[in-house]
């Protein structure tokens, strides 16, 4: 049975690029067809490009390459459920961080392989959920001492134009169209029927 080698490459937002990773999967020889990437958040599993290497494209007896252990997950539960998926289905990880991950063992030496790789995976693990816990205390302790200085949080409040009451009043009367109404109180459209709505329960 023929057996293939995949890539995954993740970054987690559109903004960010995924060449250092690429290029490391290159120089191990990587086609362009086998790599697959997302441009999604690590918190969880559901992202496009890795639910279809997993339900679609990965067989038994194949290999999926990474180039970090928290491209899978920055979840620890996550990381472990992925590696036991990959074990009970015969599918072999290289992490190209783990350099142990990506030796090739006589036959028979398959177990310190696996010995060695446990540790590394379960440390490492431990350290993507701890990074990731560190990073939300950072961000509550930033919307706590942003609250402190009296900053307001989310969006902006809705506020009224100076013209409002005439521009409104013309076009309750309906002397000028909805969208006129808009451009003259420099308004969107969401914006503009709220307003509507707060002069009306008024």
Do not use: H
Request: glycine share 6%; no cysteine.
């Amino acid at each position: 049975m023929e057996t293939r080698t995949y890539y995954y490459a993740r970054v987690s937002s559109k903004e960010q690029n995924l060449d250092r990773q690429i290029e490391a999967f290159k120089a191990l020889g990587a086609d362009e067809r086998d790599i697959i990437t997302d441009k999604e958040s690590g918190k969880d599993l559901n992202r496009t490009g890795y639910t279809a290497l997993k339900n679609a494209m990965l067989r038994r007896g194949d290999t999926l390459v990474v180039k970090s252990l928290d491209r899978l997950s920055r979840n620890k539960a996550d990381i472990k459920n992925e590696l036991q998926f990959f074990k009970d289905n015969g599918i072999r990880l290289k992490v190209i961080d783990l350099p142990t991950t990506m030796m090739e063992l006589p036959v028979g030496q398959e177990w310190v392989f696996e010995m060695v790789n446990n540790i590394l995976i379960e440390v490492l693990g431990t350290i993507a959920e701890q990074e990731r816990e560190t990073t939300k205390k950072r961000q509550a302790e930033g919307i706590e001492a942003a609250k402190k200085k009296g900053k307001r949080l989310g969006r902006p409040a809705l506020v009224f134009p100076e013209n409002w009451k005439a521009v409104y009043a013309e076009w309750k009367e309906g002397k000028i169209t909805a969208k006129t109404a808009m451009e003259m109180t420099d308004t969107k459209r969401t914006s503009f029927y709220k307003l509507v709505q707060l002069t009306e329960n008024k």
